[in-house]
């Protein structure tokens, strides 16, 4: 998938041209969708609106910071030059991996707007239909498929995909419980190394701790230890099969 870009003084807009017609400087601007928002997911930082874009439906998210730099600036980040805006960023690496057959949202549109030495960013994604988070599914008891998640994770990480913040917000599972990945700001492409279990450990600490909630089910380590037995026997497999 090839993104085209456009732009002008201050601003600019990395976009699928089979999806966004006409790109301009205000096309993320919340009163250009207020008639279309169908819904909204998440608060404060991660909250993201949903649209209706035509037929589809689109999930749009604004970049903030947390922690304690967020209560300063929001969303302001250091410009360093368009390719090196997280919105363009995490759009090229998400078309990257929607292009290897991964199951990631596919990309829409990726903006920025600049004031001095700042910029806040944007970013627009087709929304999977059905989806849950697995942490939603998971307080609400549902039947989960431990063995298909680590297959998935065992997909990004052969391709050498990053999460930087894997967990089980940002896990996906569909109307036939198929995973996803979304939120890849701050993700990369590595080489196999230390971080691939790394990865893995952050989204148990946030399985355990999504646990320590009030009324949710506890952690269960047999569980667990499916989706890792998933991920090695995947690994495995692809390993013999790269054997001469």
């Given at each position: 998938?090839?993104?085209?870009?456009?732009?002008?003084?201050?601003?600019?807009?990395?976009?699928?041209?089979?999806?966004?017609?006409?790109?301009?400087?205000?096309?993320?601007?919340?009163?250009?969708?207020?008639?279309?928002?169908?819904?909204?997911?998440?608060?404060?930082?991660?909250?993201?609106?949903?649209?209706?874009?035509?037929?589809?439906?689109?999930a749009l998210r604004h970049y903030r910071r947390g922690g304690?730099?967020?209560?300063?600036?929001?969303?302001?980040?250091?410009?360093?030059?368009?390719?090196?805006?997280?919105?363009?960023?995490?759009?090229?690496?998400?078309?990257?991996?929607h292009a290897a057959g991964l199951p990631v949202p596919r990309?829409?549109?990726?903006?920025?707007?600049?004031?001095?030495?700042?910029?806040?960013?944007?970013?627009?994604?087709?929304?999977?239909?059905?989806?849950?988070?697995?942490?939603?599914?998971?307080?609400?008891?549902?039947?989960?498929?431990?063995?298909?998640?680590?297959?998935?994770?065992?997909?990004?990480?052969?391709?050498?995909?990053?999460?930087?913040?894997?967990?089980?917000?940002?896990?996906?599972?569909?109307?036939?419980?198929?995973?996803?990945?979304?939120?890849?700001?701050?993700?990369?492409?590595?080489?196999?190394?230390?971080?691939?279990?790394?990865?893995?450990?952050?989204?148990?600490?946030?399985?355990?701790k999504i646990a320590r909630e009030p009324s949710a089910p506890?952690?269960?380590?047999?569980?667990?230890?499916?989706?890792?037995?998933?991920?090695?026997?995947?690994?495995?497999?692809?390993?013999?099969?790269?054997?001469?």
């Amino acid at each position: 998938m090839s993104g085209v870009i456009a732009g002008g003084p201050g601003w600019g807009l990395l976009h699928d041209p089979a999806l966004v017609g006409d790109p301009r400087r205000d096309w993320f601007a919340a009163e250009a969708w207020e008639k279309r928002m169908t819904g909204h997911a998440g608060r404060g930082r991660g909250r993201v609106r949903f649209v209706m874009a035509g037929d589809a439906q689109w999930a749009l998210r604004h970049y903030r910071r947390g922690g304690l730099v967020g209560r300063l600036v929001s969303d302001r980040y250091a410009w360093l030059g368009a390719e090196r805006t997280r919105a363009f960023r995490e759009w090229r690496l998400l078309a990257h991996l929607h292009a290897a057959g991964l199951p990631v949202p596919r990309p829409v549109a990726a903006g920025w707007t600049r004031e001095g030495l700042f910029y806040s960013a944007d970013l627009a994604t087709v929304l999977i239909p059905g989806a849950m988070p697995l942490s939603a599914r998971i307080a609400a008891g549902a039947d989960i498929d431990w063995r298909r998640i680590g297959q998935v994770l065992q997909d990004f990480h052969a391709a050498g995909a990053c999460h930087a913040d894997l967990n089980a917000h940002n896990i996906l599972l569909d109307a036939e419980g198929e995973p996803w990945l979304l939120d890849f700001d701050r993700g990369r492409l590595r080489p196999p190394g230390a971080w691939q279990a790394r990865n893995l450990e952050r989204l148990r600490r946030s399985l355990e701790k999504i646990a320590r909630e009030p009324s949710a089910p506890p952690f269960s380590a047999p569980a667990w230890a499916e989706l890792l037995s998933s991920y090695d026997a995947r690994r495995d497999l692809r390993f013999r099969a790269r054997r001469p």
